[in-house]
Structure formats: structure tokens, C-alpha cells
């Protein structure tokens, strides 16, 4: 097998101005979050904490149009709408028996800063799945293009666990959640991943996602892994997660633009 030069001019090439106009808007949608999302720090320097808070909502907002426009780029607009609607369902599901029982995750509370709530579960979680939950299926498609099912799941899942080397200690520092018992990764428990990594096989398991190596989705997880980076180790006081999650979700960004797309052989 021959060295296959690294390269990302194919997500560049995703991006460019004779692409049909649905295309288009995903660009217009990616760039509005990514602007809004660096913006934040700015926010907090002028308006304090709070600001932070309405930012990052109106950032996973953004995030979740943008990765719901690429999903009908990429299936059947009833096929895109049955997976967005299976995420959301799904993650409201699994958080709210996460919080009521401690399991699969461990035993956590939300507090009552992100509003509005549905039987304890603020109704922007399902929202935060679902700008996440496609993004780790294109890495999944890119680095097991010709494996069996269960590969695919198992990267995917993996995927997206290592988003949260980044995102609990970030939303436990904001106050979002609170652990009734605090764990070794700087305060949260092991369990935790453990419980993430679960949850996101089954629900790949349940929706049967067509595995697929989009550069978009796959731009939309190397941008957050950039700026969840950048912001937890040089605005929110948080280095040490913020170092582990740039080593740990970095590993799938690498691999995943190192990987092929092309058909299997």
C-alpha cells in the first residue's frame, strides 16, 4: 500500500460557491456559529458570566441548524428528519433516566441555570447531541469505511465521548450540572465516559446511520475540537481538560483527514 499524502483540500472544496444551494447554506450556518462561538470570550469581557451562558446557548443553537441542513445534504429529507428526531428523542431519554436513576452515566443533577427544563432535563441537551452526534458518525465513516457494522459504532461512539474530555468540566465549572459524587477526571467520574460511550453505540445501533465520510460533518468536529481547545486553556481557567480533550478528541481530527473516503475496494 502506498503513503497517501495528507491533505484536506476535499473539505475546502465542500465549501466552494458552485455547489447547489443547499450547500451554500450550511456554509452561511458554519461560519455564522463559528463567528458566534468566538465571539464568547468577548462577550464575557464586556458583559461578565452570564453572557457566556447566552452565548454558548445561542452557539448550540447554530451548531444544530448547521448539522441539520448538512443532514439533508446528505439523505432523503425524511431520512435526515427520523435521525434529527431520533437524537433528540433518544438524548432526552437517556439524560433524563441518567439524572433520575444514575445510570449510564453516574449519579448527576442539573441545576437550574439552563432553562427551559422537561422533567429535569434542560431542553437544550437533546440539541447538544444532535450538533455532535453526525459530526462523530463522519469520523466513524472515514476511519472504518470497509470494516464490519460494529466498528462503526464503536468509533463513532468513541467519537463522541471524547467531546466530553472537554464538555463536563466546562458545564460542571459553569454550575449546568452538578455530581453527586465527584470522580478522578477532575472531578468527574470515570463512570461517566464509560456511560457516554454506551449510549452513543446504542443509539448509532438503534437509528442505523448509512456510515458517511461527509467533509462537512467532519469540519464541524475539527472545529469544535479547535475551539473547545482554545477556549478551556486560554479564557475559562481550565488547562488541564482542556489539554487532555486537545490530545484525546485531536487523535480522531488527525485520523479522520488522514483516512480515505473513496469506495472500498
Not at 452557539?59 to 446528505?74: D, K, N
Not at 432535563?121 to 437533546?126: A, D, E, R, S
Request: proline share 8%; aromatic share 14%.
Amino acid at each position: 500500500m502506498g503513503y497517501r499524502k495528507f491533505s484536506i483540500r476535499p473539505a475546502f472544496c465542500a465549501l466552494q460557491g458552485e455547489l447547489r444551494p443547499i450547500d451554500r447554506l450550511s456554509g452561511f450556518f458554519l461560519a455564522v456559529w463559528l463567528l458566534s462561538m468566538i465571539s464568547v470570550p468577548i462577550q464575557q469581557w464586556a458583559w461578565g458570566e452570564e453572557a457566556v451562558l447566552r452565548g454558548t446557548i445561542i452557539g448550540v443553537l447554530l451548531q444544530a441548524t448547521t448539522v441539520s441542513v448538512i443532514l439533508l445534504r446528505i439523505w432523503p429529507a425524511r431520512r435526515a428528519l427520523t435521525l434529527g428526531l431520533g437524537i433528540a428523542i433518544f438524548a432526552w431519554a437517556i439524560e433524563w433516566i441518567g439524572s433520575s436513576t444514575g445510570v449510564p452515566f453516574g449519579s448527576y443533577h442539573y441545576t437550574e441555570r439552563l432553562q427551559p427544563q422537561l422533567l429535569g432535563v434542560p431542553l437544550l441537551i437533546p440539541l447538544a447531541w444532535l450538533m455532535m452526534v453526525p459530526p462523530a458518525w463522519a469520523i466513524g465513516g472515514r476511519l472504518v469505511r470497509c470494516g464490519p457494522r460494529w466498528q462503526f459504532v464503536a468509533v463513532s461512539a468513541a467519537a463522541f465521548t471524547a467531546w466530553d474530555f472537554f464538555l463536563d468540566p466546562q458545564m460542571v465549572h459553569w454550575r449546568l450540572w452538578v455530581w453527586d459524587e465527584p470522580g478522578g477526571y477532575f472531578g468527574i467520574p470515570w463512570a461517566n465516559f464509560a456511560g457516554w460511550f454506551v449510549a452513543a453505540a446504542l443509539l448509532t445501533v438503534l437509528l442505523r446511520p448509512e456510515p458517511t465520510s461527509d467533509a462537512r460533518l467532519v469540519w464541524v468536529y475539527t472545529l469544535t475540537w479547535g475551539l473547545e481547545a482554545m477556549a478551556l486553556i486560554l479564557f475559562w481557567g481550565l488547562p488541564g481538560p482542556g489539554l487532555v480533550g486537545l490530545v484525546v478528541m485531536g487523535a480522531f481530527v488527525v485520523m479522520a483527514w488522514r483516512g480515505g473516503k473513496g469506495p472500498c475496494p
